[in-house]
C-alpha cells in the first residue's frame, strides 16, 4: 500500500513554455501532498505544500506563479512550471501524507525536466 | 529551526563489512526521524523510521538504526553490506513538514 506515482517521468521542453507534472496518490486518499527539488547531488528541498481544496504553502523564495500547484482531488495534485527556462532543469519528486497520527509521506519516482 | 547534519558526503565500503552512516539532527520537540535511500534517477523509499518507543528501530533490507536523544543522532548501520545496497541515504527529520540532510552516497567495492 500507500503507492505514490508520478507523470511523466522526464519530460524535454523549449524554454518559454510550461510543463505539467501530476502526482497520484495510488491507494490512499492524500489531502496533503509535498513537492521537492533537488537539484544533482543535492538534498531534497521543499518547494510548497499543496493542500486539497485550497491554496497552496509555499516555501520562502520559491515563486508561487511561476510554480502553479492544483490539488483538485484527494488523489491528485499537480506542479505546473510555467514558462520554464533552463534554470528550472531540475528533478522534481512529490510524497503524498498519510493521515495517521505520524504524519508519514510515501514518495513518487520523481520527474526529470530538461529545459532546452 | 530543524536542520539535519550528514557529515559523510561520500563512504565507501567493502562487500561483507559493516556500515554505519551518521546523521545528526536539530529539532525544537521530540522528533520523528527516518532514513530514505534514492538509487539515481529514482524517487526515494523508506528504510526505517523512529518515532517513539524502542530507540533501535529495525527496516527494510536488514537496515537499523539507533535514537540517541542525548547525541541528537539517528545513525543507520547495516551489519553486512551487500553491493546493491550502493546508492544515496538521506536522514529526514520532521513533523509536518521533512528537513532532509545533504545525503551519503554509499559506493561498494567487491
Known amino acids: 500500500g500507500a503507492v505514490v506515482s508520478q507523470h511523466p517521468s522526464r519530460v524535454i521542453c523549449k524554454s518559454g513554455t510550461s510543463v505539467k507534472i501530476e502526482c497520484r496518490s495510488l491507494?490512499?486518499?492524500?489531502?496533503?501532498m509535498f513537492w521537492y527539488r533537488q537539484f544533482p547531488k543535492q538534498s531534497l528541498m521543499l518547494m510548497a505544500t499543496s493542500n486539497e481544496g485550497s491554496k497552496a504553502t509555499y516555501e520562502q523564495g520559491v515563486e508561487k506563479d511561476k510554480f502553479l500547484i492544483n490539488h483538485a482531488s484527494l488523489t491528485l495534485s499537480t506542479l505546473t512550471v510555467t514558462s520554464a527556462h533552463p534554470e528550472d532543469s531540475s528533478f522534481y519528486i512529490c510524497s503524498a501524507k498519510v493521515e495517521t497520527g505520524h504524519n508519514e509521506q510515501f514518495f513518487g519516482p520523481g520527474t526529470r525536466l530538461t529545459v532546452l | 529551526a530543524q536542520s539535519v547534519t550528514q557529515p559523510d558526503i561520500h563512504i565507501t565500503v567493502s562487500e561483507g563489512a559493516s556500515l554505519e552512516l551518521r546523521c545528526n539532527y536539530s529539532y525544537g520537540a521530540t522528533p520523528y526521524l527516518f532514513w530514505y535511500v534514492q538509487s539515481p534517477g529514482q524517487g526515494l523509499q523508506l528504510l526505517l523510521k523512529?518515532?517513539?518507543?524502542?530507540?533501535l528501530v529495525q527496516g527494510i533490507k536488514g537496515f537499523e538504526a539507533e535514537f540517541k536523544r542525548s547525541q541528537s543522532s539517528f545513525n543507520l548501520r547495516k551489519p553486512s553490506v551487500h553491493w546493491s545496497d550502493a546508492a544515496e541515504y538521506f536522514c529526514?527529520?520532521?513533523?509536518?513538514?521533512?528537513?532532509f540532510g545533504a545525503g551519503t552516497i554509499l559506493r561498494v567495492k567487491s
Open positions: 491507494d490512499f486518499q492524500a489531502t496533503t
Open positions: 529526514a527529520v520532521g513533523g509536518n513538514k521533512l528537513v
Open positions: 523512529y518515532f517513539s518507543g524502542d530507540t
